[in-house]
T-cell receptor, first 115, second 113 residues
């Protein structure tokens, strides 16, 4: 299947700092990418949908100024958690949609811990 | 709006026995159905999908799923479970292929040796 990479896999930061997470589709072009958040023992919560070259669409309750999403190319989307706080600690997973396969493929996830 | 139900939080099965993980869905248009598996501290791995065609879909690692339109179900099955199949399984649906995917809450499968 198609491969989606995510970097970093794990990050620990101090409260108030910003953290950038990269998501790349390695062997296909993705006009649409998604960012999810997963709490322990829970399902995935969609945060936002990003379309290449345009502004991201955020789900209700997700602060767009806190979770900045950029989708500058067909293979790269970034999520920046600005001024991170301990409550932002979570597992963040990106997904890229292969239009031809009509399938979403997922990255391995990023574990964020804010101290 | 579409929705997915996975009625079991946990499924336990002995190694070598058949396994079934249940999923039912609700969608107004054509259902595009997916199964993903998640191992600890990892992202989701795609297992299989149903878009059109044969109701029985075969996927990775010996898994298969049967689309049942009348029962609006898409149960995941495997004839003989392995201990390494122990993981968290998610069913997902999109309406006529339009994103985003909507996920069930997940079912934890435990295969006991």
């Amino acid at each position: 299947g198609a491969v989606v990479s995510q970097h970093p896999s794990r990050v620990i930061c101090k409260s108030g700092t910003s953290v950038k997470i990269e998501c790349r589709s390695l062997d296909f072009q993705a006009t649409t990418m998604f960012w999810y958040r997963q709490f322990p023992k829970q399902s995935l919560m969609l945060m936002a949908t990003s379309n290449e070259g345009s502004k991201a669409t955020y789900e209700q309750g997700v602060e767009k100024d806190k979770f900045l999403i950029n989708h500058a190319s067909l293979t790269l989307s970034t999520l920046t958690v600005t001024s991170a706080h301990p409550e932002d600690s979570s597992f963040y997973i990106c997904s890229a949609r292969d239009v031809y396969q009509e399938t979403q493929y997922f990255g391995p996830g990023t574990r964020l811990l804010v101290l | 709006a579409q929705s997915v139900a996975q009625p079991e939080d946990q499924v336990n099965v002995a190694e070598g026995n058949p396994l079934t993980v249940k999923c039912t869905y609700s969608v107004s248009g054509n259902p595009y159905l997916f199964w993903y598996v998640q191992y600890p501290n990892r992202g989701l791995q795609f297992l299989l999908k149903y878009i059109t065609g044969d109701n029985l879909v075969k996927g990775s690692y010996g898994f298969e799923a049967e689309f049942n339109k009348s029962q609006t179900s898409f149960h995941l099955k495997k004839p003989s479970a392995l201990v390494s199949d122990s993981a968290l399984y998610f069913c997902a649906v999109s309406d006529s292929g339009n994103p985003p995917l909507v996920f069930g809450k997940g079912t934890r499968l435990s295969v006991i040796a």
